[in-house]
């Protein structure tokens, strides 16, 4: 079989029901791993089986790691070894989900059923939870690479290995002591291809060579131990909620730039610049509109979103909003998001805080660090780049939109710095598809595509124009500094 034989077999996948019945199969699976939804069985059960079965059909043997973080759920590292002289593939993927937040999905959807809807825009939707993120990405992962050991009569031509989590929306527990521990063992690899993520928009394929760090952190004001009546104490009293306003709006304006030069990061180089020169941000149906006086002065949307960093503010409390009393609150707490890019001092962001906040004269609003990842973006002039880029366009017809990093965030540090691996990301979502909201949903025209795209590159890595003699230490990735 041809490669153009093989695109259409992958294709049909689509067309056979087998991608559908297969997706709707694991939608069904409640992986919920996120806070009081965790669903530690369903984690077990979505590897053992959902994950194993498909896998083992095609050759691989499977291995069940258990998190050695004490928490989270387990993962499965599967290994197709055709010749240990050979170069191999490392992939990824997710089988755990964010809450299903039943009850609030439209027209009464279940978050855990398939659900097929024709839009009044004419666009077909296929809503699930995970559709997105990230069984529907790896699902189309999946069925390409059946469809290329079924063309190359079951010899690729290099090895390749899976590495599921079941932890990824709870901050990937344990990923990190697996990949230190199995660097030179079952996770040793020459090159990371993974889906996930969103494409830019919805008719251009993507591929995205790392990500934005992210590093979160609590602040509060606690004044006294209780509240007190308005009337009776105010003006006399400093108010919690008050003071922790005033604290985060010495940190980010009211447009929504960073006021602390510690946050953030070096002007974007031209190289960057000219990568995100033709980079489309927004524009979509379901997209939101741009907001042109938020964010950096100077930068174009693109840069903003791709090559440099934002302060958000992702809660912010006191007192009870839903029922409000007369009372001055004893304590007023927020939560903020650090997105960053290679080149943040990320590392000690939260002392770059408190050390602002002390010169502002907020000492009493305390800093506490929560979750964070480090920033990464393979060198733009990496072998793989190019390669990856002319594979997709062999497929698609159209040259991807070439992203240094992706705006989110993903564990991609782990597989460029600790693995040492060249990262190529190819998503197989959009930005409007209500990723960890309500209505999450895939476009059955990504999908399609991803499987021509994937059954693409899966037979192009097995073709003697593979930049392998490129791989891991050639270009290592870029990532922000690293502790010790």
Request: one cysteine or more; hydrophobic letters at 40%.
């Amino acid at each position: 079989m041809n490669r153009t034989r093989l695109l259409l077999q992958a294709a049909a996948a689509m067309d056979d029901g087998r991608f559908e019945s297969t997706l709707a199969r694991r939608i069904a699976c409640r992986t919920e791993s996120d806070g009081a939804d965790a669903n530690p069985p369903a984690l077990i059960a979505y590897l053992d089986e959902e994950l194993r079965p498909a896998l083992q059909a095609l050759g691989f043997d499977c291995t069940t790691v258990a998190n050695p973080s004490g928490r989270g759920g387990p993962m499965l590292i599967a290994r197709r070894i055709e010749d240990a002289a050979r170069p191999t593939v490392l992939c990824y993927g997710h089988g755990d989900v964010v809450s299903g937040q039943d009850g609030r999905w439209g027209a009464g959807r279940s978050p855990w059923q398939l659900s097929r809807v024709n839009g009044a825009d004419g666009q077909e939707r296929w809503y699930g939870r995970g559709t997105a993120d990230n069984k529907g990405q790896h699902t189309v992962a999946l069925l390409a690479l059946e469809a290329a050991l079924a063309a190359r009569d079951g010899r690729l031509g290099y090895n390749i290995t899976w590495l599921f989590e079941t932890g990824e929306e709870a901050g990937s527990p344990g990923l990190r002591a697996v990949c230190e521990r199995e660097r030179d063992g079952l996770l040793r690899a020459d090159l990371l291809v993974a889906c996930d993520g969103p494409r830019v928009q919805a008719e251009r394929p993507t591929l995205f060579l790392g990500a934005r760090g992210a590093v979160n952190l609590t602040l509060r004001c606690s004044r006294r131990p209780q509240a007190f009546h308005s009337g009776n104490w105010g003006g006399v009293l400093a108010n919690p909620a008050v003071r922790l306003g005033a604290a985060i709006g010495t940190l980010v304006d009211a447009r929504g730039r960073i006021q602390v030069p510690g946050l953030t990061p070096p002007a974007p180089s031209p190289t960057i610049r000219a990568a995100l020169a033709e980079v489309p941000v927004g524009g979509g149906p379901d997209d939101p509109a741009l907001d042109a006086d938020w964010g950096e002065p100077g930068l174009s949307a693109a840069e903003r979103l791709y090559a440099w960093n934002t302060l958000e503010v992702l809660a912010l409390g006191a007192g009870n909003p839903q029922r409000p009393v007369n009372a001055i609150p004893a304590e007023a707490v927020a939560t903020l998001q650090l997105r960053f890019v290679v080149g943040t001092d990320w590392q000690r962001v939260d002392q770059h805080v408190r050390d602002h906040l002390h010169h502002a004269g907020f000492d009493d609003v305390t800093v506490e660090r929560g979750m964070s990842c480090a920033a990464t973006r393979l060198d733009i002039g990496h072998p793989w780049v190019d390669w990856a880029a002319a594979s997709v366009e062999g497929s698609c017809g159209q040259r991807p939109v070439l992203l240094p990093n992706l705006a989110g965030s993903l564990p991609n540090d782990l597989f460029a710095d600790v693995l040492g691996l060249p990262t190529l990301w190819l998503p197989h979502s959009y930005p409007a598809c209500a990723q960890h909201a309500p209505d999450e949903h895939l476009l059955p025209t990504i999908a399609r595509e991803g499987l021509r795209i994937m059954a693409g590159l899966w037979w192009d890595l097995g073709e003697p124009g593979a930049p392998w003699a490129a791989a891991a230490g050639a270009h290592p990735a870029a990532t922000g500094p690293r502790a010790g």
